[in-house]
């Protein structure tokens, strides 16, 4: 079996980096200036989505073509990678910044961590 590797910058802090949940050869992450990108690393290019905000800290899947974007703002945007559109927002009350967030497919619930310090669960 050949192994490949390879090399992208986005020339931007990275906030969060994941594996695509079902693709194998898929990874995705989030920069600071508000920009979503995922790379398939047989491909030469990576799909870039901007999402007209800054502060893109954290990011999850919620299924194979649905993202979570958490923001420094405490704001959340649902992302459809199909379209690609924010197909809704809206923010954690209790979270000045959202820092990392987790998603369980089994309850359909899901966490933030961030600050103040703090841990929020959604159902």
Known sequence: ????????SPNEVIGSVLWHP???FVVSCTTDNG???VLDTRASFPNVFGTEKSDLYAHCYRDDYTVLLGYGDGGISVLDLRRPAIVSSFRDPCMAAI???RYDRNTGSFVCFGQPRCVTLTQ
């Open 1 to 8: 079996q050949t192994q490949r590797s390879g090399y992208y």
């Open 22 to 24: 079902t693709e194998p």
């Open 35 to 37: 920009v979503f990108h």
């Open 99 to 101: 820092g990392e967030i």
